[in-house]
């Protein structure tokens, strides 16, 4: 059974801090990982991907990624309030696969 | 605007009642999936299509149906079988770029039981 095991939260930082999301997996041949933002009440949005060990920056947003350890993290930089919604972390297990396994989501809340 | 349009945004089902969601994709995408989410949980797949007239069940398809009869839609049956339906259900669609692929959503439709 594969399964991506995401901290529930609530996670609360106040504005302007750095937020950090994690997330395990089970597959060690997993090969691509996703960040999806899900607002209450709407569908998940693409923010990140990253295919390979070590960091991937876009924005204020950087992923990282380490298959030995079978982690993977998303740091959000001066958070927002408007950047409060649940994180979803989601893994492809291999080339040709098209079932990504999601896991729960962990839900920031940003403080003014 | 290329994108993937879902409706109805809200259903209600009646006991025993048969009820369709619609998934309609402008995207050029190959491949579509329906996902069911619970309050509090990660999305899990119902049926995936990745060509025209086929499709595969996913982790929790029973009770569900689907058909492709067109790239652009992939419609989801909740059957009469299914005896907890209500949850909010997503349509997504991808291209089929192997691992670099990634997933499109819709704006999803909320289904509860009368």
């Known amino acids: 059974q594969k399964e991506v095991e995401q901290n529930s939260g609530p996670l609360s930082v106040p504005e302007g801090a750095i937020a950090s999301l994690n997330c395990t997996y089970s597959?060690?041949?997993?090969?691509?990982f996703f960040w999806y933002r899900q607002y209450s009440g709407k569908s998940p949005e693409l923010i990140m991907s990253?295919?390979?060990?070590g960091d991937k920056e876009d924005g204020r947003f950087t992923a990282q990624l380490n298959k030995a350890s079978q982690y993977v993290s998303l740091l959000i930089r001066d958070s927002q309030p408007s950047d409060s919604a649940t994180y979803l972390c989601?893994?492809?297990?291999?080339?040709?696969?098209?079932?990504?396994?999601f896991g729960k989501g962990t839900k920031l809340s940003v403080i003014p | 605007d290329g994108g993937i349009t879902q409706s109805p945004k809200y259903l209600f089902r009646k006991e025993g009642q048969n009820v369709t969601l619609s998934c309609e994709q402008n995207l050029n995408h190959d491949a579509m999936y329906w996902y069911r989410q619970d309050p509090g949980q990660g999305l899990r797949l119902i049926y995936y299509?990745?060509?025209?007239?086929?499709?595969q069940k996913g982790d929790i398809a029973e009770g569900y149906s689907v058909s492709r009869e067109k790239k652009e839609s992939f419609p989801l049956t909740v059957t009469s079988a299914q005896k907890n339906p209500t949850a909010f259900y997503l349509c997504?669609?991808?291209?089929?770029?192997?691992?670099?692929?990634?997933?499109?959503f819709g704006s999803g439709t909320q289904l509860s039981v009368l």
């Open positions: 990253i295919y390979s060990n």
């Open positions: 299509s990745q060509i025209v007239n086929d499709f």
């Open positions: 997504a669609s991808s291209t089929q770029d192997g691992f670099n692929e990634k997933l499109f």
């Open positions: 597959d060690r041949g997993s090969q691509s």
């Open positions: 989601a893994v492809n297990p291999g080339a040709g696969s098209y079932q990504l396994t």
